[in-house]
């Protein structure tokens, strides 16, 4: 018989009411120790992420709380939790934003460069485990042709699911990344 | 920097993504395949390190953290147990984040209308971070079952969320927890999307008769497992560091 090892906690849905306890002050609570969740506290470029999460019928998901992890302008990882930040989508129009840094590139563990990205999770209603996905830049054409996990995805839609946009209109440099949950244009997720 | 894998992640363990049983599954799961990695890298292995600083002094004590006239209404429990990897290797320092309903079944929260009483001294959320041998605990009230529009009305049994970080960020879980003998256990869509019992048996709490606080709260223990590490062998590295 194979060798036996302790079974994983299994996951279950964060539900509509995760913000009690992932964002209490979008929940209507007050405001503990961190003030702005939703701001990396990373040296770098200033940058601004901002999207909406669509489900199969091409609506907002206006009750998902995304996370982001992402190493500095230098492609170094804070060792603290300065690299995460945490935002809801906003209850009315389902936007949500970030403030953070463009992180630098770094290697992947086969000594391969990668792209400058940003590790993205998913939490939601009806999203019974929380997803995984990576944003990249659409201005690191060069660093994104050669990034060896952009390599793998099975189609250039694939591909292109995961670069988010610069936004020219905005006075901040913004980069705007919708995460399509499902159906055609569905963002290619992760399991690592 | 090389650090060691995890254990590949049993999604026949975890629940599956779609499950019509519950309807918020139908629109909000992914129809492609998840792409797998096979291996993670810096970015996956390394995750942000919470230390106590971050804690306020009554965090863990949801009977107490939002209270302004008293302690909150209903059965005083504490929740208690130890967080693992799959090597029952403890796990030191992890941040939790729970949060639940009052004893009513009504969450503090702006989109929840239910009929049930807001309880002005309940906020029903709480941090803390596993010490030196993985162990938590929280103090709260033992939450209320709640109906939800599902198919037709459903209720929840009692449950508490929880969050919880581990080292490294692909270690990361949601989930919730349930209580022994709750009658409503086997009727949840919600925990139904999970297969195996074996797999739902984890997520109930034992009541904990020999921890509880005399003449204060009852006791449940409710142990946590996170991905385990893999063993490291022998590195390939192609550019020699």
């Known amino acids: 018989m194979p060798v036996k090892y302790l079974k994983e906690t299994p996951s279950q849905t964060a539900g509509p009411y995760v913000h009690i306890g992932m964002l209490p002050a979008v929940a209507g609570l007050k405001v503990r120790t961190q003030e702005k969740p939703w701001i990396t506290g990373l040296k770098g470029e ?17 009750d998902a709380v995304l996370e982001i992890w992402q190493a500095d302008g230098k492609g170094k990882f804070d060792g603290g939790y300065a690299g995460f930040a945490r935002a809801a989508s906003d209850l009315k129009t389902g936007l949500y934003r970030f403030e953070t840094v463009k992180p630098g590139g770094f290697t992947w563990h086969d000594g391969r460069m990668q792209a400058p990205h940003v590790t993205v999770y998913i939490f939601a209603r009806g999203i019974n485990m929380h997803l995984h996905t990576r944003l990249y830049f659409s201005d690191e054409e060069k660093a994104n042709a050669e990034d060896p996990v952009l390599r793998m995805l099975p189609s250039q839609a694939a591909r292109d699911s995961l670069v988010a946009c610069v936004d020219p209109a905005a006075k901040e440099k913004t980069y705007r990344f919708d995460i399509v949950l499902q159906g055609e244009r569905e963002t290619a997720f992760f399991d690592v | ?58 965090d863990n004590d949801l009977i107490r953290n939002y209270a302004t006239d008293g302690d909150a209404i209903g059965e005083r429990i504490v929740v208690h147990g130890q967080v693992l990897d799959q090597n029952a290797k403890p796990q030191p320092g992890v941040l939790l984040e729970v949060w639940q309903a009052n004893a009513g079944g009504r969450y503090r929260h702006v989109v929840d209308g239910y009929v049930a009483p807001l309880d002005p001294n309940f906020g029903g959320c709480g941090r803390c971070i596993t010490d030196d041998e993985g162990r938590y605990f929280f103090r709260t009230i033992r939450p209320g079952p709640y109906p939800w529009r599902n198919n037709g009305c ?10 919880i970080f581990g080292h490294a960020f692909t270690q990361r879980l949601v989930t919730q927890l349930y ?63």
Request: proline share 9%.
């Open chain 2, 154 to 163: 459903e209720w929840r049994p009692a449950h508490i969320h929880i969050s």
């Open chain 2, 1 to 58: 920097m090389s650090r060691p894998d995890l254990f590949t992640r049993d999604r026949n363990w975890h629940p599956p993504q779609y499950d019509p049983g519950y309807k918020s599954t139908v629109l909000r799961s992914p129809r492609r395949n998840l792409i797998s990695l096979e291996k993670g890298g810096e970015g996956e292995l390394t995750g942000p390190v919470f230390g106590h600083q971050i804690l306020d002094e009554l």
């Open chain 1, 46 to 62: 200033t940058i601004v992420i901002e999207g909406t999460v669509y489900d199969g019928d091409r609506e907002p998901v206006r």
């Open chain 2, 179 to 241: 209580f022994e003998g709750d009658p409503l256990i086997p009727l949840c869509p919600i925990l139904n999307t999970i297969t195996d019992p074996a797999a739902v048996d984890m997520l109930i709490a034992r009541l904990d008769m020999e921890n509880q606080k005399v003449f204060d709260s009852l006791a449940y223990r409710f142990d946590m497992v996170l991905r385990g590490q893999r063993s490291t062998y022998f590195e390939n590295r192609p550019q020699g560091n």
